[in-house]
């Protein structure tokens, strides 16, 4: 038998509310959202009912989900902070009473530690009974306590997180509870005690399939890296009113541990659906390859340091100084939310593992807001903070095309990402909030995405947009004419990579090019002349890069230096900042 504590307060929440059509896949969060966006609950009504579901109660049929919640953290918070504003509603919460307990011992550094796994052999919380080694611990109880050990010494011994304080306040041990619950995992206390002293851990008792979109072992493995990770961050930090970037990193550390599960690409459909909601509205899960982005343009100790940050700075003040701190100031929030908006786009059939995300080719397309014949266009309107929207057309007739766009904001810009059809090469430029440019020589089969970004961490930004298709007479010899990255960074150390430095165009008329560098005082330190440079598009081959070195080998100093790009009937020139 379950031990069930159930509160319900003011009216009963079942009488009169008539059940309507579920959707054919939805969790019980979900039907609850939806329950309290249509009117049918209020939002203490639903706070009582996730009481309910936590303390293993029975919901009225019309709550009740055909898939497994993911985690029950922000449930957890929901229901802490209802308690603490309503005393007087006399919430508490449980564990479960469980039949057997094994105890799995482990040494640390820090002396022995131990898990304390809570299960049951017999009724609904029962787990699978294979005992493959015969000693009556069913093997399913024996990995738990396996898969919570690699999480501890991945986290804590290798990634370098705090150890839980659990283990301090409770004598050296954490308790696990092993039963049907209908989601992943959750990590809980009793209701106004310490969260970091206090907590257990939740874990299903067999993740069906059917109702887990990942299952068995594998669904396991995950869970007990999501939920152990949740227990250091209370240990750094506990805010429960908006439990976003918790979800977040425990769904990505899911990733560090278990690369090869991939549960999170079920939950990141819906970021690419609706990119253009706040990163910080979502409900992490989705948004864990934010992170992935983090660990491969500048390293896993920034997000390391943003737990550390967490301690004494809101979520987006930690995230932005961790990111400064670990890049050498190279990057920033905004920059990296720059980022993150053009990876996103890279995904699917359009996906390069080298330059974006490793696993993108298995993630969605992100969703256009507009995707059409290109035409004129003209459109106001305004984007969340951190967050990003696609514009797409495809070409029918040659042409080029005039983009203007306006924002009164600084921290709002754009990327212009065109396909070649016939190279098969892709362009992307950043420009800021005011700008206007020419995409040139366009021709039928290729296609222009405009996205503009809102880089703000706290306000809404409004925006113009206009596209102008042009007489392709009009266009200039060279187009979209980029040197990159600029400042040039010489020394990069793992995980990066270097990147050499490139020049990015389109050539109109064949002709000779000369590529020049000069330092400030001069001296010439890269001379390189190619003959009979054939129309056609230009992202940075081997003779329009450059690694940085002169024509002996050496390294250059770091320092500003000129450089000139020059054909028949064209001049480019500006400054590159060297970094070493």
Not at 119 to 145: F, H, K, L, M, R
Not at 553 to 575: H, L, N, P, Q
Request: proline share 5%.
């Amino acid at each position: 038998m379950r031990l069930v504590w159930i509160a319900l307060v003011g009216t009963a929440l079942a009488v009169g509310i008539a059940a309507q059509e579920k959707p054919q896949s939805a969790t019980t969060v979900r039907l609850l959202d939806d329950a309290v966006a249509d009117g049918r609950l209020t939002p203490s009504e639903a706070v009582i009912y996730k009481h309910q579901f936590l303390s293993g109660g029975t919901l009225p049929a019309y709550l009740q989900g055909n898939q497994a919640v993911k985690c029950g953290l922000p449930l957890m918070a929901d229901v802490e902070h209802y308690a603490h504003e309503h005393p007087e509603a006399g919430l508490v919460l449980f564990p479960r009473a469980l039949q057997s307990t094994y105890q799995h011992v482990f040494s640390t550094s820090r002396g022995l530690r131990e898990f304390r796994i809570h299960y049951s052999t017999i009724g609904e919380d029962s787990v699978p009974s294979t005992d493959a080694n015969g000693n009556s611990i069913p093997d399913w109880v024996e990995q738990t306590g396996v898969y919570l050990e690699q999480a501890y010494r991945l986290q804590v011994d290798t990634l370098g997180y705090l150890e839980p304080a659990r283990f301090d306040a409770g004598g050296g041990f954490m308790d696990i509870y092993v039963a049907d619950y209908n989601y992943y995992g959750g990590t809980s206390w009793p209701l106004g005690s310490p969260p970091e002293d206090s907590c257990y851990i939740e874990i299903d008792n067999d993740f069906a399939e059917g109702i887990f979109a990942t299952h068995g072992y594998d669904a396991l493995r995950v869970t007990c890296a999501h939920e152990f990770f949740h227990t250091i961050q209370i240990t750094y930090v506990w805010r429960g009113g908006d439990p976003w970037y918790y979800e977040l990193s425990s769904t990505w550390m899911e990733d560090v541990a278990h690369d090869d599960v991939n549960d999170y690409y079920q939950y990141i459909r819906t970021f690419f659906n609706s990119p253009s909601r706040s990163l910080f509205d979502t409900d992490g899960y989705e948004a864990a390859h934010w992170n992935l982005l983090v660990e491969k343009r500048i390293g896993r100790d920034a997000i390391l340091q943003s737990w550390q940050n967490m301690a004494t700075q809101l979520e987006l003040m930690a995230i932005d100084n961790a990111i400064r701190s670990s890049s050498g100031s190279d990057y920033s929030l905004s920059s990296i939310m720059q980022q993150f908006a053009l990876w996103n786009y890279f995904t699917g059939l359009r996906s390069d593992s080298i330059e974006f995300y490793p696993e993108g080719s298995a993630f969605p397309a992100v969703r256009l807001a507009i995707n059409r014949p290109l035409s004129d266009t003209s459109l106001a309107t305004s984007l969340d903070p951190l967050s990003a929207r696609y514009y797409g057309s495809y070409v029918i007739d040659s042409t080029n095309l005039d983009v203007s766009f306006n924002s009164s904001s600084g921290e709002i810009g754009t990327y212009a990402i065109e396909f070649n059809r016939e190279t098969g090469k892709r362009f992307f430029t950043y420009r800021p909030a005011t700008s206007s440019f020419v995409v040139d020589l366009l021709a039928p089969g290729d296609s222009v995405v405009i996205v503009v970004i809102n880089s703000s961490t706290s306000a809404s930004a409004s925006y113009s947009l206009a596209l102008n298709t042009l007489d392709s007479a009009a266009a200039a010899p060279i187009g979209d004419f980029v040197v990159y990255p600029n400042p040039f960074d010489l020394t990069p150390e793992p995980p990066q990579e270097f990147v050499p430095l490139r020049v990015k165009f389109k050539l109109r008329d064949a002709t000779a090019i000369e590529f020049d560098v000069f330092s400030s005082s001069g001296k010439h330190v890269l001379k390189r002349r190619i003959s009979n440079v054939q129309v056609g598009n230009y992202n940075g081959g081997t003779d329009f890069s450059w690694d940085g070195r002169t024509a002996s080998g050496e390294r250059v100093a770091s320092g500003v230096y000129i450089y000139r790009f020059k054909g028949r009937s064209f001049t480019r020139t500006g400054k590159i900042a060297i970094i070493r």
